[in-house]
């Protein structure tokens, strides 16, 4: 008998880990190959060429399913960016996928501009924490299937993060489909076998306990971390790591706390932001709500609409944390 969404899995796996493997040739390689985006975030060839041959892997499998993913390709399509374009084209080539156009990498990519809900689809981050992906520090490739706006599959690619099975090994796939547990195992060599499952941690005491959050100081308080922290008698020095990794070091139990406390009060988090790590750490023990203590809505379209910021914690160390920020007027 096969298991719910087990096919799912597998293509999301086997996507997941092409673009992994994409990601880390660019970043061994990397020069100035950097678009600015109307945000004025940044955007690489990687970041295109992983949403590219994941929406090409899903669109394949499942071709009626829409992909919200972060990426779209109409910058690509100026003519000023024709070259840029062009990378994008040789890196597939390079990757095993030969004989495109520069037309179907731009239909691909696009097929991941679906911005609203639907009762199912895919939510896409080609790289998460593009900025650590720059730094050549962590970044994480991340998909995740939403039905009936739950998580039902996670998958979360961290080519530079070490196996925790394994430190010696450097990078990591982890995955996870409701309620069936959350595992990791090496990006390479290719081999589901060895997969193992992750543990949140039993901290029940923040003196014992670690934080981690965001490197970059506009993407979450650190200000208003450190004041959780001496509150809380948390210790321990922050582990600050960018992307999603940072559910992934909650999941494996190397921290107990990832906080991302809004810079400003408009900020609405994407859902590509979180879907993949918000599964993972929920199979591994944890829980994941926002600053008010409230569940995360997958159903709201392309942001967490009606949530701010981010709680995650390996479940012990929740209600007082949610009570914590009440209290210092932060929530
Ligand atoms: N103001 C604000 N508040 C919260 N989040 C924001 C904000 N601005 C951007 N973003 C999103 O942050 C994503 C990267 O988050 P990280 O936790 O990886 O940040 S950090 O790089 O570690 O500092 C980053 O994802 P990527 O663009 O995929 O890198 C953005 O979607
Ligand atoms: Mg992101
Ligand atoms: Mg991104
Ligand atoms: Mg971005």
């Not at 673009?19 to 970041?47: F, G, H």
Request: include cysteine; glycine fraction near 8%.
């Amino acid at each position: 008998m096969t298991k719910p969404y087990e096919s799912e899995l597998h293509i999301a796996l086997a996507a997941v880990k092409q673009a992994s493997l994409i990601c880390r040739s660019v970043q061994s390689a990397i020069t100035d190959e950097v678009l600015e985006k109307k945000d004025k975030s940044p955007v690489t060839i990687a970041d295109f060429s992983s949403q590219a041959v994941i929406c090409r892997e899903l669109l394949q499998a499942f071709p009626a399913d829409p992909v919200i993913g972060e990426e779209d390709a109409a910058e690509l399509k100026e003519s000023e960016n024709q070259e840029f374009l062009e990378k994008i084209v040789s890196e597939l080539s390079v990757a095993g996928i030969p004989d495109t156009t520069p037309e179907q990498v731009c239909s691909w990519i696009d097929h991941g501009g679906a911005k609203t809900y639907s009762n199912r689809f895919w939510t896409l981050d080609p790289i998460d924490g593009t900025k650590g992906f720059l730094r050549k520090e962590q970044y994480a490739v991340s998909l995740a299937l939403i039905v009936d706006g739950k998580i039902v599959v996670g998958v979360l690619g961290c080519p530079n993060l070490a196996c925790p099975e394994d430190q010696s090994v450097t990078g990591t796939i982890y995955y996870a489909v409701a309620g069936q547990g959350a595992f990791a195992m090496p990006l390479e060599p290719d081999n589901s076998q060895v997969s193992s499952p992750i543990h949140s941690t039993t901290t029940q005491d923040f003196s014992e306990s670690r934080f981690c959050e965001s490197v970059e100081s506009g993407h979450s308080s650190h200000g208003h971390s450190q004041q959780i922290a001496a509150q809380l008698g948390i210790e321990k020095d922050p582990r600050r790591l960018d992307s999603q990794a940072k559910y992934a070091i909650v999941g494996q139990g190397e921290a107990d706390i990832y906080m991302r406390l809004p810079t400003r009060a408009g900020y609405r988090e994407k859902i590509w932001d979180h879907a993949a790590g918000v599964l993972l750490v929920e199979e591994a023990g944890g829980t994941v709500t926002d600053i008010h203590g409230k569940p995360l809505e997958f159903d709201q379209g392309y942001e967490l609409a009606n949530n701010q910021g981010v709680i995650v914690t390996n479940g012990l160390l929740h209600p007082k944390l949610i009570q914590t920020l009440k209290e210092l007027g932060i929530s």
